[in-house]
């Protein structure tokens, strides 16, 4: 019987609670094509047509600490790098395969490289690791909905030991949590139909992962994501419970509570184009205003955003994604304590914009500006000890205008006679309650 440890659980997860903003990478051989991470599952790709990749890779502008670096300009606190994607290329040097980065032209352990980038900016890591793999040879072919080989007539699954390949995934894990120090999440990715639960024998997988890193967060995607949010918001942890939640492109319209109506830790992933893996086509980023209010949204309710970048089969990020992240990140230079630490507010959401809090600090997200003096609805002038401008620390007067005088039980904010915001994109009020 499985005894859920809240104490320890709550420790582990104090960190990454208080981040609230993480990167996450995907990267392998997918960007050589350039058409996304499920390039061989979409087209049905053949392992001969996609070993030249293998054959070709080099990515030789790849500098880890020039990532680690702008992860950390944008304000994100951790950043999850994909170690091995669904197509079972390994980005380690792993020594169950020789399907990875080390035996390929670019010969290095891209893992090892940013594992010491990432925490040499003071960064915490996490690895994303697939629990499917379309390159083992005991990974079912023809008996999988996603196997790029599914409808391939001259594949058989005659043979295929799935134990095996089990046995094969379960050494990879022990692999990155044994020789890469310590690791700070695990994003593993994905359970779908049968494969779920112990069907990847999760019980024993996590029971090790924890051994050998016992403050590792986990997230949920060892169950089956789409049906509830996981067994620890059910209030019937599995010995291999996500430690979050992890909605995937959306963000939970009321964050996510368990069974109990508590908040439970959530991260809402996102792409800033459409899709994980580079692509050479998929123009359609979001703006750094829209991605900076998505960070705000998650964190008024209670979760993290953990924001996308594919590099491209060089190593270099896309342009546009270098971009949004400084814009992102001269935001957060000035804004930062209205995210790190925050969670919801038990305020209404304002129609201007939203809250996040912390504590006593209560940070007013204003992202249009109000005809005459803005309302603090939900807050008396009596309950507020300071109101400045985060950017700024300029003090900000709680209004006595006679215009608002029918309303007495609401404060008002003096945001003065310009009708233009200091900060076009989200203007921060951080006011603090006696
Ligand atoms: C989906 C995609 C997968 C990606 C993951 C990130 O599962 O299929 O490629 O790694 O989302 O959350």
Request: charged content about 25%; hydrophobic content about 35%.
């Amino acid at each position: 019987m499985y005894t859920f440890d809240r104490e320890a659980y709550n420790r582990r997860m104090a960190w990454y609670t208080h981040a609230r903003f993480g990167m996450f990478l995907h990267w392998g051989l997918y960007a050589i094509p350039a058409r996304g991470e499920w390039v061989r599952s979409w087209e049905q790709m053949p392992e001969e047509q996609y070993r030249p990749y293998f054959d070709e890779f080099n990515p030789v502008d790849f500098d880890a600490r020039r990532w680690a670096r702008a992860a950390k300009e944008a304000g994100m606190q951790y950043v999850v790098l994909t170690a091995k994607h669904h197509d079972g290329f390994c980005l380690f040097d792993s020594q169950y395969t020789d399907w990875k980065s080390t035996n390929t032209p670019f010969g290095r352990d891209i893992v090892r490289e940013f594992v010491d980038a990432v925490r040499a900016e003071g960064l915490h890591v996490g690895l994303y690791y697939s629990l499917l793999d379309w390159h083992h040879p005991d990974f079912p072919h023809r008996d999988d909905e996603n196997h790029p080989d599914r409808n391939n007539e001259a594949v058989s699954d005659e043979g295929r030991d799935f134990n095996r390949y089990l046995e094969y995934m379960h050494n990879q894990v022990r692999e990155l949590c044994t020789n890469y120090g310590k690791l700070d999440v695990l994003w593993f990715d994905f359970s779908y139909g049968k494969l779920r639960g112990e069907a990847w024998k999760a019980t024993e997988l996590v029971s090790m992962v924890r051994s050998l890193q016992p403050d590792v967060i986990i997230d949920n995607r060892l169950e089956v994501s789409g049906e509830g949010y996981g067994s620890l918001a059910s209030g019937n942890p599995t010995p291999y419970h996500g430690d979050f939640v992890s909605p995937e492109q959306m963000i939970p319209p009321h964050g996510i509570q368990d069974v109990n109506g508590n908040d439970i830790a959530w991260e809402s992933c996102v792409t800033m184009n459409g899709i994980w893996g580079y692509s050479a086509t998929d123009h359609y980023f979001k703006p750094a205003p829209m991605l900076i209010k998505k960070l705000v949204e998650c964190v008024s309710k209670g979760g993290n955003m953990l924001l996308n970048v594919g590099p491209d089969a060089l190593g270099d990020f896309p342009p546009q994604s270098t971009a949004i992240l400084k814009q992102i990140g001269e935001w957060m230079r000035r804004n930062h304590d209205s995210i790190y630490g925050c969670g919801r507010s038990d305020l209404p959401k304002p129609e201007y914009g939203r809250i996040t809090a912390n504590g006593k600090d209560l940070y007013f997200h204003v992202y249009e500006n109000s005809i005459g003096s803005l309302p603090l609805v939900g807050l008396t002038k009596d309950q507020i000890k300071s109101m400045r401008y985060l950017a700024s620390g300029a003090e900000v007067p709680i209004s006595t205008s006679w215009t608002h005088s029918d309303y007495p039980e609401i404060a008002f904010a003096d945001l003065g006679p310009d009708p233009v915001l200091p900060d076009p994109v989200d203007t921060v009020l951080k006011v603090t309650l006696r």
